[in-house]
């Protein structure tokens, strides 16, 4: 069988600590290109740069960093480096984990999702941003995770995302099927002032909880399983759509 085309995406950078791992384990399976942002975009979202030029660095063969977003990157990648023939898009490993709603934020998950709108397969891998990272391990979950869906192809409008628990030592077990679960988001506007008097904000900070609920990805990451859930791009409420019809629209 021919090598598939691998292209390897993340929201961490080049410099990204889980990057490493995912591409050694995609070079096992496949060809592998890498099309990253030159620095550090997590939350950037589905993003993509209109107004400014992007430029390309190639940091070694197959390598390319970008001044661009996560979806940029795939975008990039895909129509650019790799001229659409792609057989998979990988994104990650993201350190910190995209569970719940963090997927509306994440960048490591809109490149998965850009691949999707540019109708490649694709998974976003995240890891618990604490405890013991085993990111080989999680390379070699996403091996057989990968080469899974290279055969048995994922439905249209659909990717997979992956979140790691923290190790315990111990190899990842099988991974488990969940729903989106709810993450619990701290909700203060911190105003400080900058040494000149000026004032500023941070809109983030505290570190995110989530709701324990069997069968969601938050609940899998707790029990220290790997979550596996199916994403799709249409976000449609086929109840509420129904419940409109009703409506003076
Ligand atoms: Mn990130």
Not at 69 to 83: N, T
Not at 89 to 96: F, L, Q
Not at 183 to 206: C, F, H, K, M
Not at 211 to 239: M, Q
Request: proline share 6%.
């Amino acid at each position: 069988m021919k090598r598939p085309r691998i292209l390897v995406c993340n929201d961490d950078g080049i410099y990204g600590p889980g990057l490493p791992a995912l591409i050694s384990a995609m070079r096992k399976i496949g060809l592998v290109t890498v099309s990253v942002p030159d620095h550090e975009r997590s939350a950037d979202s589905h993003s993509l740069t209109l107004h400014k030029p992007i430029r390309i660095h190639k940091k070694s063969e197959g390598v390319y960093a970008l001044n661009g977003s996560p979806a940029d990157c795939c975008r990039f990648g895909v129509l650019e480096i790799l001229k659409g023939k792609v057989d998979l898009v990988v994104s990650g490993i993201n350190r910190g984990y995209n569970l719940g709603e963090d997927v509306i934020y994440s960048g490591t998950v809109a490149a998965a999702m850009e691949a999707t709108l540019l109708k490649i397969d694709a998974i976003a891998f995240s890891m618990d941003p604490d405890g013991t990272k085993d990111w080989k391990g999680a390379g070699v979950f996403a091996q057989r995770l990968a080469k899974q869906v290279l055969q048995k192809k994922l439905p249209k409008g659909v990717c997979l995302n992956v979140n790691f628990p923290a190790a315990g030592g111990k190899p990842y077990k099988a991974g488990q099927p969940a729903r989106l679960g709810r993450r619990i988001y701290g909700t203060e506007v911190t105003r400080r002032s900058d040494p000149r008097g000026l004032e500023y904000y941070w809109l983030a900070g505290r570190q995110v909880s989530g709701v324990n609920e069997p069968g969601t990805d938050v609940g899998v990451v707790s029990r220290g399983r790997v979550s596996v859930t199916p994403l799709k791009i249409d976000s449609t409420d086929g109840a509420t759509l129904q419940a409109l019809t009703a409506w003076s629209l």
